[in-house]
């Protein structure tokens, strides 16, 4: 009978701790996901057949940048979730997009305004992260910077075609901005784990983004002749850090459907 072998004691394994960028990177994801899908509500519904492709043009490219944002927001992770894990399998509050991308869509004015007030920040965002440290994240910016570049100038001209139009696209115009500019701060408003990142030099520093925003919003108000927007007493945020409008749990609602109805389909 063999002697016994003195009992080895093993240590466990250590989890993989998840990449110090994988929040934001997830909210840049969220962001794209939830404004791709407004935008595809608009899909059969548009105010003329150029304006529903460009709408859905819009969505797809954003979905796409999502894309990207959650195959990499996965690999940060590094807990075996995939992108449709990310996009289809989590709560309204895990969600991390600002409040300004999930509000309805409105008319086709309230649409413009949050498209323009996103597009405006969103191309200098991307033109930043182009230029940063993160190669992957460099890269989607990169790959996303020339739809971004079409995106702000649809939504400009549209802006300013509103705006010097027509005494009704003018009175859409000014409803749609009073409601909407109070969620464009949060654009803008790093989170305390933004602010973190951006100490490290890892992330945008969104107060150096803010000069160029400015000017082009300027530029677009004027030439739409609409006065510059004050800044409300009580700008609305929170989504970045999961307090959301009721509006996500219904747009989750039908986003979700097929993959909590039949879990795993794949076609």
């Known amino acids: 009978m063999p002697a016994p072998q003195p009992e080895v004691s093993v240590a466990p394994t250590p989890s993989v701790a998840a990449n110090p960028l994988f929040p934001f990177v997830l909210q840049l994801a969220d962001t794209s996901l939830i404004l791709a899908h407004r935008l595809s509500e608009w899909c059969g519904h548009g105010p003329i057949l150029e304006q529903d492709l460009a709408l859905a043009n819009i969505a797809l490219d954003l979905l796409g940048e999502a894309r990207s944002y959650y195959q990499y927001a996965a690999e940060l992770e590094g807990k075996g979730r995939t992108e449709d894990d990310l996009a289809y399998l989590r709560s309204a509050v895990e969600y991390r997009n600002p409040l300004l991308v999930e509000q309805p869509n409105g008319d086709f004015a309230h649409t413009i305004v949050r498209q323009f007030l996103f597009d405006n920040f969103h191309y200098e965002l991307l033109k930043a992260l182009k230029n940063g440290p993160d190669a992957q994240l460099a890269a989607i910016a990169e790959k996303s910077m020339k739809e971004a570049t079409y995106h702000l100038k649809w939504s ?9 139009g027509t005494p009704e696209s003018r009175q859409r115009l000014d409803k ?32 150096a983004l803010l000069p160029a ?49 039949y879990p ?4």
């Open 156 to 164: 400009s001209e549209w802006m300013i075609r509103l705006g010097d």
């Open 176 to 207: 749609a901005l009073a409601v909407l500019w109070r969620y464009a701060g949060e654009l803008t408003t790093p989170t305390p784990a933004e602010t973190n990142l951006q100490e490290l030099g890892l992330v945008p520093d969104y107060a």
């Open 213 to 261: 925003m400015q000017a082009h919003l300027a530029h677009v108000l004027a030439e739409a002749t609409v006065p510059m927007p004050t800044t409300p007493a009580f700008a609305q945020q929170g989504g970045k850090q999961g307090r959301h409008s009721e509006h996500l749990g219904y747009l989750l609602t039908e986003l979700q459907y097929m993959q909590r109805t």
């Open 264 to 267: 795993g389909l794949t076609w």
